[in-house]
């Protein structure tokens, strides 16, 4: 039932060399949002408050995830650089210039949206191109591991023909999730810097098994470029923000981050379900917002107030605690996830159950599924039900 935390063919510092990703990601975002700042704010790139689902109350600066796809990118160069020399280089460059080129064209996709306003529809078709570079280099999930036990082998044709909608799914859910998730300042940013942090412990634990010299390497690599990437973004971002990720951050975040879940998908897939559980927090988010819209038969895709921390701060929880308190639960879903990797695959689907069937029906007892107005949230002042709206 129990697999040991660390495996034995590589010692835990082995992703120690890798450093030079995260501080030059970091670094090279850090100058790159100062610039995206002033460029926004120079053609009139900026966020307006509307009164109904926005929080802040002047115009804010867009463009800020131009600088964490530059300073990504800066690290996912600099771990090329490191790896010079191997003997499967090519399949690390491969690997990593594809979701090089999901980022940029999920990034792209979002700054047109940030700019033009473009249709849910049109923001869906972006990200299922997004999802085309990373499928050509190779970048499926691994089912063998899965049917292995029940006696079935998968043919490489079928592996794949079930692989693509699967890497679909999870960049549209990821991309989608954390769109949503991007409401308060601060908050996006540092709940995907918890996830990616957690999906670094996964990918350095898996490393000590040997499974895969170039998996294990690029999974390093992406997570430490994403979290130096987003961490050189949020000293801009602290409320009150100075600049936004915009659609073009979350929408690269989320890429980024189902990447990676579909690297940790390959052979054993216990790291892919503790992966699911790490990114716990946006999916409660998520399936929140729409189960709320769904039980008061109101619009699936119009914004409202009825997100996780929407409710918070609409029951008089303040901003920085709303954060800080969501920050908290991306730390536990994190733990959560870890802990599960321990588990023998079979074993780990309970907790994956578990956890969230548990978390929905805390939200539920919680009320966060009522809903009065189009886009209020119910929320609690003296004791009498009120909406925002």
Request: hydrophobic share 50%; proline share 5%.
């Amino acid at each position: 039932m129990f697999n040991e935390l660390l495996g034995p063919k590589r010692p835990l510092d082995w992703s120690v060399r890798f450093w030079p990703v995260i501080v030059s990601a970091f670094a090279c975002a850090l100058i790159a949002t100062w610039l995206c700042k002033a460029i926004a704010l120079r053609f009139n790139i900026v966020d307006k408050p509307d009164d109904l689902v926005k929080t802040h109350n002047k115009p804010v600066a867009y463009l800020g995830g131009v600088g964490v796809l530059i300073g990504f990118s800066v690290g996912i160069l600099c771990g090329i650089y490191l790896v010079r020399g191997e003997n499967f280089l090519p399949i690390v460059i491969r690997w990593l210039f594809g979701i090089i080129a999901g980022a940029a064209i999920s990034c792209f996709v979002g700054v047109v949206d940030d700019i033009f306003n473009i249709s849910p529809a049109k923001k869906i078709l972006g990200q299922i191109i997004a999802a085309v570079p990373i499928m050509l280099a190779g970048i499926l999930p691994d089912f063998s591991e899965i049917v292995r036990p029940f006696g079935f082998q998968m043919s490489d044709g079928i592996e794949i023909a079930i692989g693509v909608p699967v890497v679909i799914f999870f960049v549209l859910g990821a991309t989608n999730s954390l769109n949503l998730l991007d409401g308060i300042d601060g908050l996006c940013g540092g709940v995907t810097v918890i996830i990616t942090a957690g999906m670094l412990l996964l990918a350095i634990q898996r490393s000590t098994y040997a499974f895969s010299d170039q998996g294990d390497m690029v999974r390093v690599i992406v997570c430490l470029a994403l979290v130096g990437g987003v961490c050189g973004f949020l000293p801009f971002n602290r409320h009150p923000a100075k600049i936004f990720m915009g659609d073009a951050g979350s929408m690269l975040l989320g890429f980024v981050v189902a990447a990676t879940m579909m690297l940790l998908a390959r052979q054993a897939p216990r790291w892919w379900i503790a992966s699911i559980i790490v990114f716990g927090l946006p999916i409660v988010d998520t399936g929140t917002a729409l189960l709320r819209r769904l039980i008061n038969k109101r619009p699936l895709f119009v914004s409202d107030r009825g997100h996780i921390y929407d409710q918070m701060i609409d029951r008089g929880i303040p901003l920085k605690r709303t954060v800080e308190i969501c920050y908290l639960l991306a730390g536990f879903y994190a733990a959560t996830g870890l802990l599960t990797s321990m588990l023998s695959t079979p074993y780990n689907l309970i907790p994956l159950t578990g956890i969230f069937t548990i978390s929905f029906l805390v939200v539920w007892q919680m009320g966060f599924l009522k809903m009065e107005g189009l886009r209020g949230a119910v929320h609690k002042t003296g004791g009498t039900d009120k909406t925002h709206s």
